[in-house]
């Protein structure tokens, strides 16, 4: 990715600042309405964080990452495509409960072949991660089509990573 670090303070400072913030705070959101009390939240160092330093954190993260435009985009590409993933089945997290969905949810997984839910999810992420290889590989690195191609691959990675954490952790403690 693209080494020239911007000027702090900078117009073009500013504009990925201010793109890191509308991703994350959209990303935010999204969690806010699927898991307010962050009984849901797949992250475990955001759910021990909780929403005060988690804003910290993520507020530390953007003026950060706001120095490199094509990460900078990358991780807002990845942020928006969480919130979008949250927000697919957040509708169902509230008006159920954190607790019922949850429970709901382990049931259906007990229910269900690993093998098959195994498949499901790499097809997911990885017809996903796919889509945003292509672009990096058919983009100029410092282009924002490599930048967002990278944010596509990250959330893919992203999904993979913290779906297969929870699963771990739900098969860990029914046996």
Not at 41 to 56: D, Q, S
Not at 108 to 120: G, H, I, K, N, V
Not at 149 to 163: D, H, N, P, Q, S
Request: proline share 3%; glycine share 10%.
């Amino acid at each position: 990715m693209n080494g020239d670090a911007l000027s702090f303070g900078s117009a073009p400072y500013l504009r990925m600042m201010g793109l890191l913030l509308f991703g994350r705070a959209v990303d935010f959101f999204s969690t806010w309405v699927a898991t307010p009390n962050l009984v849901l939240e797949g992250n475990p160092l955001a759910r021990k964080l909780g929403w005060k330093f988690g804003a910290l954190a993520n507020l530390t993260l953007c003026f950060g990452l706001a120095f490199w435009p094509t990460t900078a985009l990358a991780a807002a590409t990845a942020s928006l495509l969480v919130a979008a993933h949250n927000f697919h089945l957040a509708w169902l997290m509230r008006s159920m409960g954190e607790e019922a969905f949850r429970d709901w949810f382990v049931r259906r997984m007990a229910e269900s072949r690993l093998p098959l839910y195994l498949t499901c999810l790499l097809g997911e992420t990885g017809a996903t991660g796919l889509v945003g290889a292509a672009l990096c590989y058919r983009s100029p690195e410092d282009s924002d089509a490599f930048a967002i191609g990278c944010g596509i691959v990250a959330y893919a990675f992203i999904v993979l990573f913290y779906t297969s954490l929870s699963l771990w952790r739900l098969r860990r403690n029914q046996g």
